[in-house]
Structure formats: structure tokens, C-alpha cells
């Protein structure tokens, strides 16, 4: 305060502030002010018994707070995280207790398995009702205990603030994670003095980010500069950690070839000079390749999950690893490093670029060409090109990338057809990637989408679905119907579980058990639900309707009939090093 | 996570991962929150490992949680279960040690008819050989207490059994670090904003000679 002296009025005025702040609310406001000061702008959610004060609530907060009412818990949670993705911020999620809670298990899994930031708010039965088997009640602070980076159970009101504060903190910073708030509804009524909402910035037993230790930085240095063949293989952590500038100028000052993950896809663009591809089962060939060529290792905001390993004790093994993550756990996990940088790679990558030397590799990038060059003539020229027979996933793929530019956020389901778009899609932008990558959770796409749209309204959101992941979660279409979400939906109908078929045909001697999958109309469905759409089934109709979809305003559903026993290739079999990954 | 002066050499292939299992020590300490014996549990569950003894209790710092596993595995299993602990939002810091790093004890209590304890037994030398003593004696029953190493307890089950021993428990393991200087000093550092090398995660490098060569 500027003046020493307070005069009579502006002491009134602040015992006036002070009575305010001091204000009687319920439980159910306290929770909305703390979203609010979170910066939340829309919720994903549906009501029900035990959350019900919380919607009487919201409905006084409609013009701050959008609540978008899906059709199924689980379409919510994956909503929330398709905006989590998109927009970088915290995917906020509303449900009931019971069958409302259980049904964001699988949301929760996904989230905890891929890092994504939600905040799930769930009802519970009144606090005297705890352990009676009272209606719609589960314990759902122990079902989601393992799915969830954090959960706590809110019995009191006056607790609401603090828990949200810790809520928020927990699920943003450090490595993201997926925290579930349990309510009773007897602390969503009660009125308590509401004291304002701080933001926490500090839990004394949580410590988001590891000391970053310059030594480790030198060594890692060193090790990179006497590299003949270096190779960086990042992951989600580049994106979760907004340090895509940071990796870009590294990846460029080393001159050192460059692939990604499946979530790490976008984080610099897909036609990035350096930018050598895809890596893990299906991934491209050089890279899974070379991993057992190069010799330093350097490993970005990535966990070595097996799809991308293979088998682990023919992985790397003559490179020395450097591993830069914000998670402590990760380092030696799976793969033993040489040099642990721990720490968010926003500040570890420009402390390492510094001290690399700038170089040129040719011949060790033209290794990676050569490999390319094999891949093309063996694969993705007649998968992106087919001039004859039925369609391709990847010509689609490859038509869209003409079309948007590689401009597009692309949200994926399971399978073959995640495969086949996240090998081919072009993206310019970070966070235009959003697949369920941990957890492969079929019916994940549409309502992520959903999710997708509203964390970055301004882009194009185009959800590729197989004709088995749609079909899990296609209720959704009334969510997308009643808000006239604009998403573009491009169903892959291959008529199978492709990717069942794909390993029954390889591994099981062409015994399809249970992966014919016969499918609805989905266009009748589509209109059944008032949103547009059309049937492919020629080639020659294939690029005028996918620009049609795409200039159609609002939500429209391309349903494509591909060809029925494609195979993705290449593929690292299961149990295979990634050097012995297949080319047909 | 940290490993002070634990006598296992360090781990240094895959190969080590299988064998050379034996019996850790790992200490926890947590916030005193619900839930949280549930979630330290289920990281041992979820990849199916049992856990010999559990012992939790309050620390000598108020607030504070301390907890006592024993788990039988080998080092570099340990390690990773003690990072993903660690990384649990209400745990403070983990240590593990083998037995030899630690002075532990278990307690045990026996209880034995009065009149056959009374009539055919010494009680005063059962008592003094086996570092026992009579907690409460009744007309109808004794309880008898010893406290030391698993041998030692089992011993005077071994030596009650013959003479009716009617009831028997024995605790969880509380384990004293030999070479600690306690938590007091760590917590203030993990009050601090900015904490310090002592509160530094999953800290397995100060050897660090061990891991990195060029």
C-alpha cells in the first residue's frame, strides 16, 4: 500500500473486501470459483444423483464455464483429454458416483499411461452414507488408484479450495497426470466461509521437477561430440514440456537425425530435414534400424515402451544412452543409461545445445536415406500410390495431407488405421497429434475429437476411426449433433478388426477368430444424428469427397471402404529385435 | 531414492536383474494421508512381488509417516520399486538397505495356560534364555514378550509349542538405519521451495564413477 496512513474509508473498504472474501458459499460454488481461477473455460460432463448441487450450481455459470454434455462418462473423460492435448491446458471432467465414476476407468488409465492433464470431478453419496452400499455408491478412491497420478476424497467443503489448488498443481507440472476429486454431496451443499481460491505452487513431498545437475549436462555434451553416429529418439515429453523451440535448436545445432514416437509426433514438423520418421512396431525402417547402429543413444521426454523397443535385450546395445526425462522413474527402467539428464527438457535441451558442437553427418544421414529409399519402393509407394485394386488407408492419409496442407489436427482410434495416419500424416504444427499411444484404447478417437476441437476451435480437427473403434464409442455423435461440434470424420472400413487380422494372419495361420465385424450404415447413422456425410467406395470419388468434407461447415462423417486384408508394414514382430523389423 | 552405503555391489547388467535376490529394507517417509498405504501397496502387487513385513507408524516428526517394508528381491528390482514410490505425490523420500545395513526387530507376544506353564516349566530360566518376559500373568493364562530376529521368536514358539501354546502373534519389522542422520534435517529442506541436494529425486549417481564411462 502506497499511502502510510489509512483513512477512515479505505479501512472500511477493506473490512468490506475482508467480510466479502469471507462470504458464505456452498461447496458446489467454491468448486466452480477454482475452475474458473484455474483459467477453465469448458467442462466435459454428465449429471447425475451424487453431483447434482454442482449442477445446480453451474447453471448460474453458464456464460463462464461451457459444459458440453456427452453421452457416455467415457466419451467425457476422452474429450477431456483430447483438449488437454490440443490446447496444453487441464482437461476438466464432471461425474456422477458409481456407474459414473467406474466409467472414467478407462479415460483415467489412458491418461495416466499417455501423461495427459485432466481433472476429474466426481459426486459421491453423502458422507454418513460412506460404506453402506447406499445407492450408486463405489469406492471410487480405490478403483482409481492406480490410474490416477493423484485422487482424494473431499468430505467438508472447507477443504474444496485447497484440494482443487493441489488438484491443478499435481495434474499440470512435473510429468501430467490424470487426478480424480471425489465430492459427497453433503460437502457440494454445505455452506462454508469461502476465503477466496489460491493456486498452489508447492506440495513439501512432491517434487515435479528434478535438480538440474550441470555435470551430467557436460558429460551428455561430451558423449554427443565424439559421436560418429548419433541418433535422437524423442517422445511426448518435448510437447508436455512446451519445449519444441528448445528441441528444434538442439536437433539443429547437432545435425543429428531425428525420430519420434508416437506421441512425440509434430514436435518439430514431419518434413523437417532431420526428421527421419517414425520409430517402434510399425514405425519406419531406418530408424528402428538403426537404433542398433548408432552409437549415442539420445533419448528425449520418451519412456522406451516395448512397442517401441522391441525385444529390450537386442535394443541399443552397443550405443551408450543418454536420457533426458522429468521423470525419475524412467531413467533405467527399461533401458540402462549411460548419462541421466534429469530434468524438463525447457531448461535441459538449451544447457546441452550449447555445448554440442555443430556438425554435419552425411553419410550417416544418407544411411538413413538409403533405408528410406528401400521402405518407399517395398511399402509406402503402393500403399500412398495404388493404381489399381481396392483403396489404401494410406491413400487417404495421402490425400488429406494434400488437401489440409499437413495443417490439420489429427485425432486417431486404435489399430491399423492409427498405424497407417500416424506414419503418413503430415503435421506442421505440434500438438496436431492426438491417439491414444499407452493404452490403445479403442473408442477413444471420437470423442477426443470432440475434446480436440474445443482445445483448439480455430483448427481443423479430422478424426480417422476404424470401423470397430467407431462403433465403441459412436453415442458420441450426440454430443457432436447437439453442440454442432465441428469435427470431420473419416471412417477407415476395412470390414475387420484389421489389426487382430493382421496378427491372426501372421502369427495364427489365417485362423480369423471373431474379427469380421460387420458394421451399421454409418452415413444412415450419421444422418440418423443430422450430421452429413457420404460413402466411398471408388477411387475416382475419393479426393472430391474428402475436399468436400472438408469444405462443409460443421461436423461431417466420410465413411471410405478400404481394401479388406491389408497388412501395416513394416512390422517389428513381437518378441523380434527392432532390427529384425519386416518389410512385407 | 536413495541407497546409503548399502554393501550390494552396484547393478551392473540385465543379467543381475534375476538373480541375487535377498531381503530389503525400505523405508518410506510420507504424509500422513488416507489412501496412501493403498497406493505404496498396490506398487508392489501390480507386478505381483509379496511383502514379507509391513510396518507403518508415525515418524518422530509430527506429521510424518514412516514405513517399514520387507520385501525379498534382488537389488535392481528394489531400485526401480522404490523410484516408482518415490514418485507417488505424498511420499517424502525412500532408502533401501539390505540387512546388514540396518539394526531391525520384531516383536512377539505368547500366550500359554498358566497351570502347565506354572507346573512344568522353569519359567524364570525360559524367561531369561530366551530374553522374554511376562507381560501379564492371569489365573487362567500368561502372555509372555520377546523382541528380536526372526530366529529368536521362532525359538520360543519351538520351545511354548509342548506345553499348549495357545495364541501367538509377532509384528511387522521396524528397522533403524545404521548409517542415517535421521530426517530431521532433510524435512526443513523439503519445506524450502528450492530444495537442496538433499531432497534430490531418485539420487543413485553420487558413486557416479560406477555408471558413467567414456
Known amino acids: 500500500?502506497?499511502?502510510?496512513?489509512?483513512?477512515?474509508?479505505?479501512?472500511?473498504?477493506?473490512?468490506?473486501?475482508?467480510?466479502?472474501?469471507?462470504?458464505?458459499?456452498?461447496?458446489?460454488?467454491?468448486?466452480?470459483?477454482?475452475?474458473?481461477?484455474?483459467?477453465?473455460?469448458?467442462?466435459?460432463?454428465?449429471?447425475?444423483?451424487?453431483?447434482?448441487?454442482?449442477?445446480?450450481?453451474?447453471?448460474?455459470?453458464?456464460?463462464?464455464?461451457?459444459?458440453?454434455?456427452?453421452?457416455?462418462?467415457?466419451?467425457?473423460?476422452?474429450?477431456?483429454?483430447?483438449?488437454?492435448?490440443?490446447?496444453?491446458?487441464?482437461?476438466?471432467?464432471?461425474?456422477?458416483?458409481?456407474?459414473?465414476?467406474?466409467?472414467?476407468?478407462?479415460?483415467?488409465?489412458?491418461?495416466?499411461?499417455?501423461?495427459?492433464?485432466?481433472?476429474?470431478?466426481?459426486?459421491?453419496?453423502?458422507?454418513?452414507?460412506?460404506?453402506?452400499?447406499?445407492?450408486?455408491?463405489?469406492?471410487?478412491?480405490?478403483?482409481?488408484?492406480?490410474?490416477?497420478?493423484?485422487?482424494?476424497?473431499?468430505?467438508?467443503?472447507?477443504?474444496?479450495?485447497?484440494?482443487?489448488?493441489?488438484?491443478?498443481?499435481?495434474?499440470?507440472?512435473?510429468?501430467?497426470?490424470?487426478?480424480?476429486?471425489?465430492?459427497?454431496?453433503?460437502?457440494?451443499?454445505?455452506?462454508?466461509?469461502?476465503?477466496?481460491?489460491?493456486?498452489?505452487?508447492?506440495?513439501?513431498?512432491?517434487?515435479?521437477?528434478?535438480?538440474?545437475?550441470?555435470?551430467?549436462?557436460?558429460?551428455?555434451?561430451?558423449?554427443?561430440?565424439?559421436?560418429?553416429?548419433?541418433?535422437?529418439?524423442?517422445?511426448?515429453?518435448?510437447?508436455?514440456?512446451?519445449?519444441?523451440?528448445?528441441?528444434?535448436?538442439?536437433?539443429?545445432?547437432?545435425?543429428?537425425?531425428?525420430?519420434?514416437?508416437?506421441?512425440?509426433?509434430?514436435?518439430?514438423?514431419?518434413?523437417?530435414?532431420?526428421?527421419?520418421?517414425?520409430?517402434?512396431?510399425?514405425?519406419?525402417?531406418?530408424?528402428?534400424?538403426?537404433?542398433?547402429?548408432?552409437?549415442?543413444?539420445?533419448?528425449?521426454?520418451?519412456?522406451?515402451?516395448?512397442?517401441?523397443?522391441?525385444?529390450?535385450?537386442?535394443?541399443?546395445?552397443?550405443?551408450?544412452?543418454?536420457?533426458?526425462?522429468?521423470?525419475?522413474?524412467?531413467?533405467?527402467?527399461?533401458?540402462?543409461?549411460?548419462?541421466?539428464?534429469?530434468?524438463?527438457?525447457?531448461?535441459?535441451?538449451?544447457?546441452?545445445?550449447?555445448?554440442?558442437?555443430?556438425?554435419?553427418?552425411?553419410?550417416?544421414?544418407?544411411?538413413?536415406?538409403?533405408?528410406?529409399?528401400?521402405?518407399?519402393?517395398?511399402?509406402?509407394?503402393?500403399?500412398?500410390?495404388?493404381?489399381?485394386?481396392?483403396?489404401?488407408?494410406?491413400?487417404?492419409?495421402?490425400?488429406?495431407?494434400?488437401?489440409?496442407?499437413?495443417?490439420?489436427?489429427?485425432?486417431?482410434?486404435?489399430?491399423?488405421h492409427q498405424m497407417v495416419a500416424c506414419r503418413y500424416a503430415k503435421l506442421n504444427k505440434t500438438r496436431s497429434n492426438v491417439t491414444s499411444g499407452g493404452l490403445g484404447t479403442m473408442g477413444f478417437a471420437l470423442p477426443a475429437a470432440i475434446g480436440a476441437k474445443y482445445g483448439t476451435p480455430d483448427r481443423e480437427v479430422v478424426a480417422i476411426i476404424g470401423d470397430g473403434g467407431f462403433q465403441m464409442t459412436c453415442q458420441e455423435l450426440g454430443t457432436i449433433m447437439q453442440n454442432n461440434v465441428d469435427v470431420k470424420i473419416i471412417i477407415l472400413n476395412n470390414r475387420f478388426l484389421g489389426m487382430v487380422r493382421q496378427w491372426q494372419e501372421l502369427f495364427n495361420e489365417r485362423r480369423y477368430s471373431f474379427v469380421d465385424i460387420e458394421s451399421p450404415d454409418f452415413v444412415a447413422l450419421a444422418a440418423a444424428y443430422r450430421i452429413p456425410g457420404k460413402r466411398v467406395d471408388e477411387r475416382e470419388e475419393l479426393a472430391t469427397s474428402l475436399k468436400h468434407m472438408l469444405a462443409t461447415k460443421g461436423p461431417y462423417l466420410l465413411e471410405v471402404m478400404v481394401t479388406k486384408e491389408n497388412n501395416v508394414f513394416p512390422m517389428v514382430p513381437q518378441g523380434c529385435s527392432v532390427s529384425e523389423i519386416r518389410l512385407k | 531414492m536413495s541407497k546409503e552405503n548399502s554393501k550390494v555391489s552396484p547393478s551392473g547388467g540385465d543379467l543381475e536383474g534375476a538373480i541375487g535376490k535377498q531381503e530389503f529394507n525400505i523405508t518410506v517417509y510420507t504424509e500422513n494421508q488416507i489412501g496412501l498405504l493403498n497406493r505404496i501397496a498396490i506398487i508392489f502387487t501390480r507386478r505381483k512381488i509379496n511383502i514379507d513385513s509391513l510396518n507403518t507408524s508415525p515418524s518422530e516428526i509430527e506429521s510424518i509417516h514412516r514405513f517399514n517394508i520387507v520385501i525379498t528381491e534382488s537389488e535392481d528390482v528394489v531400485r526401480k520399486l522404490c523410484r516408482q514410490i518415490e514418485k507417488q505425490v505424498e511420499v517424502l523420500k525412500v532408502y533401501y538397505h539390505t540387512n546388514q545395513d540396518v539394526i531391525w526387530q520384531e516383536m512377539a507376544l505368547y500366550k500359554v495356560s498358566t497351570d502347565v506353564i506354572a507346573e512344568k516349566v522353569s519359567v524364570e530360566r525360559l524367561l531369561r534364555e530366551n530374553g522374554a518376559r511376562a507381560v501379564v500373568i492371569r489365573k487362567d493364562y500368561t502372555v509372555f514378550e520377546t523382541t528380536g530376529h526372526r530366529e529368536e521368536t521362532d525359538n520360543l514358539i519351538a520351545i511354548l509349542q509342548p506345553y499348549g501354546l495357545i495364541e501367538f502373534v509377532r509384528s511387522a519389522r521396524v528397522a533403524i538405519i545404521k548409517d542415517s542422520d535421521g530426517f530431521n534435517s532433510k524435512l526443513r529442506e523439503f519445506e524450502r521451495l528450492e530444495p537442496g541436494e538433499d531432497v534430490i529425486e531418485n539420487e543413485y549417481l553420487n558413486k557416479g564413477d560406477k555408471v558413467f564411462t567414456m
Open chain 1, 1 to 416: 500500500m502506497e499511502t502510510q496512513t489509512i483513512g477512515k474509508q479505505e479501512v472500511n473498504e477493506v473490512e468490506a473486501v475482508a467480510a466479502k472474501s469471507f462470504e458464505e458459499v456452498s461447496g458446489s460454488v467454491a468448486l466452480l470459483e477454482a475452475l474458473i481461477v484455474e483459467g477453465v473455460d469448458t467442462i466435459f460432463g454428465y449429471p447425475g444423483g451424487a453431483i447434482m448441487p454442482i449442477y445446480d450450481a453451474l447453471y448460474d455459470y453458464h456464460e463462464k464455464l461451457t459444459h458440453i454434455l456427452v453421452r457416455h462418462e467415457q466419451g467425457g473423460i476422452h474429450a477431456g483429454q483430447g483438449y488437454a492435448r490440443t490446447s496444453g491446458k487441464v482437461g476438466v471432467v464432471f461425474a456422477t458416483s458409481g456407474p459414473g465414476a467406474t466409467n472414467l476407468v478407462t479415460g483415467l488409465a489412458d491418461a495416466q499411461i499417455d501423461s495427459t492433464p485432466l481433472v476429474c470431478i466426481t459426486g459421491q453419496v453423502f458422507a454418513h452414507l460412506l460404506g453402506t452400499d447406499a445407492f450408486q455408491e463405489t469406492d471410487v478412491i480405490n478403483i482409481t488408484t492406480p490410474v490416477t497420478k493423484w485422487n482424494y476424497q473431499v468430505t467438508d467443503a472447507n477443504e474444496i479450495p485447497e484440494v482443487l489448488a493441489k488438484a491443478f498443481y499435481i495434474a499440470k507440472t512435473g510429468r501430467p497426470g490424470p487426478v480424480l476429486i471425489d465430492i459427497t454431496k453433503n460437502a457440494q451443499i454445505q455452506k462454508f466461509k469461502y476465503k477466496g481460491y489460491t493456486p498452489c505452487n508447492h506440495i513439501r513431498s512432491y517434487r515435479p521437477k528434478p535438480i538440474v545437475r550441470p555435470q551430467y549436462i557436460q558429460q551428455a555434451a561430451d558423449l554427443i561430440n565424439q559421436a560418429k553416429k548419433p541418433f535422437i529418439i524423442w517422445g511426448q515429453g518435448v510437447i508436455l514440456g512446451s519445449a519444441e523451440a528448445e528441441f528444434k535448436a538442439f536437433v539443429e545445432k547437432s545435425g543429428i537425425p531425428a525420430a519420434w514416437t508416437i506421441l512425440g509426433a509434430g514436435a518439430i514438423p514431419t518434413n523437417h530435414p532431420l526428421n527421419v520418421g517414425m520409430l517402434g512396431m510399425h514405425g519406419n525402417y531406418g530408424p528402428n534400424v538403426l537404433t542398433n547402429e548408432c552409437d549415442v543413444l539420445i533419448a528425449i521426454g520418451m519412456r522406451f515402451d516395448d512397442r517401441v523397443t522391441g525385444r529390450l535385450d537386442k535394443y541399443a546395445r552397443q550405443a551408450k544412452v543418454i536420457h533426458l526425462d522429468i521423470d525419475p522413474a524412467e531413467i533405467d527402467k527399461n533401458v540402462k543409461t549411460t548419462v541421466p539428464v534429469w530434468g524438463d527438457c525447457k531448461e535441459t535441451l538449451p544447457l546441452l545445445t550449447e555445448l554440442v558442437e555443430q556438425k554435419v553427418l552425411t553419410e550417416w544421414h544418407n544411411l538413413f536415406k538409403d533405408y528410406t529409399q528401400k521402405e518407399v519402393d517395398a511399402v509406402i509407394q503402393k500403399e500412398l500410390n495404388p493404381e489399381t485394386g481396392e483403396m489404401t488407408m494410406g491413400e487417404v492419409v495421402k490425400i488429406l495431407n494434400d488437401i489440409t496442407d499437413g495443417e490439420a489436427v489429427i485425432v486417431t482410434d486404435v489399430g491399423q
